[in-house]
């Protein structure tokens, strides 16, 4: 972005002071990341006031500052525009700034997998656009606008991840993206607490159609009834679907792992065979949105292939780290629920990596009051792979372990509470070249200490 700041007062319908000839090149809501030329959002909350900071910013090189209007002391030597909310105008200022982009929007949402597709889609694409994405876990009402403002004039693809909590969350988000493509990866139980039951969830991510450009289209799992109901009831949406499934408009025919990553062939829109640098049935599902849009974009079956061979992913998505003693990793912990868990633990039992299996796996969070039947339920899966330990960490990894406990299995099974060290001993002691572990579990847990205590070992 770059702007003069009158021009984003007009945006806002604002008064400022000193505004004359400063140009605003991005935005910043934080001083340690503040860049020359941004344009500071100081927010108040009640441990920290961002006005305090503001003479800060300056000095770091921004080019001017919001200022609330009931904030006492406005300094009369810096360029300020005067706002009564800084939320609500740093999402104005995104909104005026996204009408004026000439480039093609993509909208990711989804209970499990969002980050993952979205990484795959901007890779995908990267090698033939000037493609920007959400980075981090900047996907709410404050990330997504700081993403929209900090594009840059010449960008020709935005890929923006939208996450929620709530109903009516993705909907706003939708409105202020404008996507000409949207994408719900799959409909999980993240968030039932809040939303009440899987039927809450997918009518939550549906929002995501809600500011869908016309003639735009969506991308959505094929594999999922509840998605299929909703997208019934709107004959005139253009809508793909994905998935396993034979019915589906791109549907898997063939997967298989190798040292490389993962193979697999699809069918239906498109016909061809293609390579991922991952491990996991459900990341080649990701991968299908990705292809869809490349192929909306006009890439031929051999670019959207050359591309996904290189394409990389943010850490801890089916992430393979190999120990010196030959030891293969899949680094799985940067978030679960028990979809997501299902697949990590699909993909343990299918791989043919290594010889000698191990599952660590952590609490699953915010599952609200059918938490303990979810990870009870694990049992029944663990049942069906051949591994040679479980080790489990997390107060709610106990219901599994007493679980587990009941069925007599031979098979060491060691549960920790909050102490990762009994589980790094045992890795250690056990642990070689014919070893692969996963590790899975929601991010508060951590569960990459784990490894990383063995690596470092």
């Known amino acids: 972005m770059k702007r003069l700041l009158t021009e984003l007062a007009g945006w806002l319908q604002a008064e400022g002071r000193l505004m004359d000839d400063v140009v605003v090149t991005g935005v910043s809501f934080d001083t340690r990341t503040l860049k020359e030329g941004d344009l500071f959002i100081p927010f108040r909350g009640e441990l920290v006031n961002g006005h305090q900071f503001v003479r800060q910013a300056m000095e770091k090189g921004a080019a001017a500052s919001l200022w609330m209007k009931d904030e006492p002391d406005a300094p009369e030597d810096i360029p300020l525009i005067f706002i009564d909310d800084p939320e609500l105008a740093m999402?104005?200022?995104?909104?005026?700034?996204?009408?004026?982009l000439d480039c093609t929007?993509?909208?990711?949402?989804?209970?499990?997998?969002?980050?993952?597709?979205k990484d795959l889609v901007a890779s995908v694409l990267s090698p033939y656009f000037n493609v920007r994405k959400t980075e981090g876990n900047f996907n709410n009402e404050l990330?997504?606008?700081?993403?929209?403002?900090?594009?840059e004039e010449n960008t020709e693809v935005a890929v923006l991840e939208m996450g929620m909590s709530g109903f009516g969350e993705i909907s706003f988000l939708s409105d202020l993206a404008m996507p000409h493509y949207a994408v719900i990866t799959n409909i999980g139980e993240a968030h039932m607490q809040d939303l009440g039951s899987r039927e809450g969830i997918a009518k939550a991510k549906f929002e995501i159609i809600d500011g869908l450009k016309e003639n735009g289209a969506l991308f959505y799992d094929g594999d999922e009834p509840l998605l299929h109901t909703l997208v019934s009831a709107r004959p005139e949406l253009r809508a793909i679907s994905f998935g396993y499934g034979e019915k589906t408009g791109l549907s898997l025919s063939s997967t298989e792992s190798g040292d490389d990553g993962s193979r697999f062939s699809v069918k239906g829109v498109i016909d061809g065979s293609f390579?991922?640098?991952?491990?996991?049935?459900?990341?080649?599902?990701?991968?299908?949105?990705?292809?869809?849009?490349a192929h909306e974009l006009g890439l031929s079956n051999d670019q959207i292939d050359a591309a996904l061979r290189q394409s990389k992913l943010t850490d801890m998505r089916m992430q393979p780290v190999v120990a010196d003693n030959g030891a293969l990793f899949i680094n799985d912990a940067y978030n679960a629920a028990p979809t997501s868990m299902q697949?990590?633990?699909?993909?343990?039992?299918?791989?043919?990596?290594r010889s000698e299996k191990w599952a660590v796996l952590g609490d699953m969070l915010e599952l609200g009051e059918n938490e303990r039947h979810y990870h009870e339920s694990i049992a029944r899966q663990l049942g069906t792979i051949s591994v040679k330990g479980i080790l489990l960490f997390g107060p709610r990894m106990k219901w599994l372990y007493e679980e587990l406990q009941k069925t007599g299995n031979e098979t060491e099974v060691i549960w920790s509470e909050d102490d990762y060290d009994p589980l790094i001993a045992s890795l250690l002691s056990s642990i070689d070249g014919n070893s692969i572990i996963l590790l899975k579990g929601s991010r508060g847990m951590e569960l990459e200490r784990i490894m990383d205590g063995v690596l470092q070992a």
């Open 143 to 151: 990330g997504l606008p700081w993403t929209i403002l900090s594009l």
């Open 343 to 353: 697949a990590a633990l699909s993909f343990l039992g299918e791989t043919k990596l």
């Open 91 to 100: 999402q104005q200022l995104a909104r005026a700034y996204r009408k004026q």
């Open 275 to 293: 390579t991922i640098p991952v491990f996991g049935s459900h990341q080649v599902k990701n991968s299908l949105a990705a292809i869809l849009i």
């Open 105 to 117: 929007f993509i909208g990711i949402t989804g209970s499990n997998g969002k980050t993952s597709t």
